[in-house]
């Protein structure tokens, strides 16, 4: 009904000028074109490596970590397959749904290492009140290979069995 007519972006009528324009911005990227090459890369790794300390950070703090390390720590079955003292693995694999949340991370001691493996489920989506399912810690020691079940799973696990 209205038609818009789309108009010509407006050129400069001196010629000369815009000529003058173009290479005030191309001597720019001359002068600065080294500098753009090193910094960009430099500014790009550093944006990665912040984003990684902060997700390291983020997954070793969440309230899925602490619980199953708090759980972990105190369990006898566990100290007596590793000895004291254990120590948590640098990196955790998380991963979390809005009801389930599933985490993965490593542990050692003097006798041997370990993967804990803490399943959890919560009944409101904004709580950080997380209910464990099941809390698995596959040992490997000097003794053998042990799985310690701290809390039982009350449902099949995702994990690998062997045919």
Request: aromatic share 8%.
């Amino acid at each position: 009904m209205f038609a818009r007519h789309k108009q010509k972006p407006q050129q400069h009528p001196d010629p000369k000028l815009r000529t003058m324009q173009a290479d005030a911005t191309l001597d720019w990227w001359r002068r600065n074109f080294k500098w753009v090459l090193i910094m960009g890369p430099g500014f790009f790794t550093l944006a990665l490596i912040i984003g990684g300390i902060i997700g390291i950070y983020a997954t070793n703090h969440s309230p899925l970590y602490t619980s199953a390390w708090q759980q972990v720590q105190t369990n006898p079955q566990v100290i007596a397959a590793l000895g004291q003292p254990l120590d948590a693995g640098f990196l955790a694999q998380s991963q979390e749904n809005p009801t389930t949340g599933q985490m993965i991370f490593n542990i050692s001691g003097p006798n041997g290492d370990a993967t804990v493996q803490h399943n959890a489920k919560r009944d409101n989506p904004q709580s950080d009140n997380w209910t464990t399912t099941s809390l698995l810690v596959y040992t490997r020691t000097n003794l053998g290979d042990q799985t310690i079940a701290i809390i039982q799973p009350t449902e099949p696990t995702d994990s690998p069995t062997e045919q």
